[in-house]
């Protein structure tokens, strides 16, 4: 069933939260477009599908997170590794396959992990991280940790059996998992048109039971207010929530993808009318919350933290040979 949108949600963002949203958003950016420089100078191999477009998504959800949630995603990670807090530079090494990386250059792009920053991938099959995520719920549940799981999909996932299967025991458990997915549209370059048999992918839950709604996903705001809903609802005890974030990718759905399947013209019309970053900076700016010197000066402090993350991910060696026999099983 779809819920009716609630009036409750977080408290008005403070300026210092807005900045904060700013750089957080233009960090992911900047630190996208250097990983697709790398890429095509032949420094990254592999896959690599970058988050350019969707930033406010992540941020959004970070903005109300409790101290003990944890967060899993798809293959389109990077932004969410960097606003859980891992560093910079072992995720940049990491895409260059270096043993500075979080998987000690093992992992690429796709499988990355911190079970400090409770953070669990990084999952390079579709839609598997969606019944991993319903365990993080089970687990939140099971240690009374007050956590609840944001677990991340995109709209072409969403059409997988084994999400359903996630649903119906997050729903009949009541576990404390928000699921959100992140509709950019087009899944791995077919349009949600062709692909899902129902538009409102809010309502792919209602055979179980569990309440949803649609987001701007384009707008930090409306991401943070319905994260605090749904985020309350979990954490309440009243079981799972999916937010679909209707978002949009600016790129192809990996660095090999030309994006054939849709004009130009939209693609500078979702830039021009509906950025994240763009659309934040100007509240900031009429509102006189930050002026053109004090955005300058993040838009430095970020070039400097990615341009260092670069310089870590080609300075960092390879990882031994004997890493191969490493991370296979652990030992209790």
């Keep these: 069933m779809a819920s009716k949108k609630k009036e409750r949600g977080a408290a008005e963002p403070t300026p210092q939260e807005l900045i904060r949203y700013y750089r957080e958003m233009l960090l992911i950016r900047r630190f996208e477009e250097k990983a697709g420089q790398l890429y095509g100078m032949g420094l ?3 896959f690599c599908h970058l988050y350019i477009g969707q930033e406010a998504v992540v941020v959004g959800m970070q903005a109300v997170a409790g101290a003990a949630d944890s967060c899993i ?27 500075g990386g979080y998987s000690r250059g093992k992992g690429g792009s796709m499988h990355m992990f911190s079970r400090e920053k409770r953070f669990y991938g990084g999952h390079g099959i579709v839609g598997a991280q969606v019944p991993l995520g319903t365990g993080l719920g089970f687990a939140h549940k099971y240690s009374k940790d007050n956590g609840v799981a944001h677990v991340y999909c995109g709209d072409g996932a969403v059409n997988q059996g084994q999400v359903y299967e996630a649903f119906n025991m997050a729903a009949l458990w009541k576990l ?17 048109v062709r692909h899902a048999a129902g538009q409102e992918l809010y309502m792919r839950g209602a055979a179980y039971g569990i309440p949803g709604e649609p987001v701007n996903g384009m707008n930090i705001i409306a991401v943070r207010d319905a994260a605090a809903r749904a985020l309350e609802h979990a954490r309440s005890g009243n079981g799972p929530y999916i937010l679909e974030m209707n978002t949009y990718r ?83």
């Excluded at 995603?73 to 043993?99: F, I, N, Q, W």
């Excluded at 404390?176 to 949600?192: C, L, Q, R, W």
């Design 44 to 46: 990254i191999n592999g």
């Design 73 to 99: 995603t798809s293959y389109r990670d990077h932004g969410h590794m960097l606003v859980c807090g891992m560093d910079p530079k072992g995720v940049m090494a990491e895409l260059t396959g270096r043993a």
């Design 176 to 192: 404390p998992v928000v699921f959100v997915i992140e509709n950019n549209k087009y899944a791995m370059g077919t349009s949600t």
């Design 250 to 332: 600016y790129r192809g759905h990996s660095m090999s993808d030309p994006a054939k399947y849709r004009s130009k013209e939209e693609v500078t019309k979702m830039r021009e009318q509906h950025d994240p970053i763009d659309q934040l900076k100007e509240k900031l700016l009429a509102e006189g919350l930050i002026d053109e010197a004090g955005l300058k000066e993040i838009d430095r402090e970020v070039k400097v933290i990615v341009t260092e993350a670069a310089e870590f991910s080609q300075s960092s060696p390879e990882p031994d040979p004997s890493e191969l026999w490493t991370d296979v099983l652990i030992e209790a």
